[in-house]
């Protein structure tokens, strides 16, 4: 009797063992398809197709919240995912509550100050910026800040971060006396942590010379725009998309000045460069060609102001 009923468990084991291994190999089958799809949205995000990316990610949630709990940190990355998508398409109101919850489900799975809980929190907090909710992202972004200090220390890359989309806040909001601060430490941060060349150093001299400029400071501003410019040129070389971005700065800020001699010759080189890396066709070369027209007529160089006014209604008739 008793040599019957150690069969039956140990058949009942093997079953056991065999629906624990199909229910495993589906699982798996359902994560590699979800994975899948998270791939195929960062994709079409990378192309700029956020209505096609969206209607993937939108499947990629419902498979996410079938696969696992409801309360999953991957139920929290597709809901992201879905919300980034939402949200680079303006649609705010859809993107707010899937923010929200993203942050809800990671704060409990692991605790309301990890690192983790970081992307969720700057996620609402970029959201609530681009819509000028100046209140509401404060907060979020202080928060991020605290945490990267707690967990990474004050001289982290992480903090240097979050230094910077707190001064970015700020100066949005005319708030420059808080804006310089920030921007300094976290130039010092990524000067120390990395070596002075670093492109991620370029962008940093870069915010705080817009800061300098936008407060007439014209002569704090300037060293930090060719620095900037240098740094690029030779971390990425002279005709790069990152190169024109600085080269249009200077251009700008010379163009502000009335300084047309200085800012001509930079226009130029951002415009040879755009059409080189887009075509002559794309509205990032008409942008530039705007801010040229606007430059050659104050030179009164009215012909040459005409051709590109010319150009411009070119392209945009082709879009």
């Known amino acids: 009797m008793r040599k019957h009923f150690n069969i039956y468990l140990l058949r009942l084991k093997i079953i056991l063992l065999l629906l624990l291994s199909i229910f495993l190999i589906c699982t798996c089958a359902k994560e590699d398809s979800w994975m899948s799809l998270n791939k195929k949205v960062a994709k079409l995000y990378q192309q700029g197709r956020y209505p096609e990316a969206a ?36 649609k705010y109101a859809e993107a707010e509550p899937l923010y929200k919850l993203s942050l809800e489900i990671k704060e409990k799975a692991h605790g309301p100050d990890h690192p983790d809980v970081t992307t969720s929190l700057n996620n609402l907090a970029l959201l609530y910026h681009s819509q000028s909710k100046y209140g509401e992202a404060e907060p979020l972004y202080k928060r991020v800040l605290e945490i990267w200090e707690k967990a990474r ?3 982290h890359p992480d903090v240097a971060k979050s230094l910077n989309n707190l001064a970015v806040l700020y100066r949005a909001q005319d708030r420059f006396a808080e804006a310089e601060p920030l ?15 670093h492109p991620n150093v370029a962008k940093s001299l870069n915010n705080l010379a817009l800061l300098y400029h936008s407060q007439g400071k014209y ?49 130029k080189r951002v415009l040879a460069i755009k059409e080189k890396a887009l075509g ?30 010319a150009r411009i209604i070119q392209i945009r008739s082709n879009r």
């Not at 409801?70 to 398409?89: C, G, W």
């Not at 921007?183 to 060349?197: G, M, T, V």
Request: net charge negative; proline share 6%.
């Open 55 to 90: 209607e993937v990610a939108e499947e990629a949630l419902q498979l996410a919240v079938k696969t696992f709990r409801s309360d999953h940190p991957n139920v929290a990355k597709s809901l992201n995912n879905l919300a980034l998508l939402y949200r680079a398409q303006g």
């Open 153 to 155: 220390g004050r001289d």
């Open 183 to 197: 921007y300094k430490r976290a130039l010092e941060i990524w000067e120390k942590a990395l070596r002075p060349e």
């Open 219 to 267: 002569a704090e501003a300037e060293p930090l725009y060719k620095r900037a410019l240098e740094i690029k040129e030779k971390s990425f070389g002279p005709e790069h998309p990152d190169v024109a971005k600085s080269l249009n700065n200077l251009a700008l800020f010379y163009h502000s000045q009335d300084k047309y001699a200085e800012a001509e010759p930079l226009y």
């Open 280 to 309: 002559p066709d794309h509205p990032d070369v008409a942008t530039v060609l705007e801010n040229m027209t606007k430059c050659f007529r104050e030179m009164g160089k009215k012909d040459e102001a005409e051709r590109f006014e």
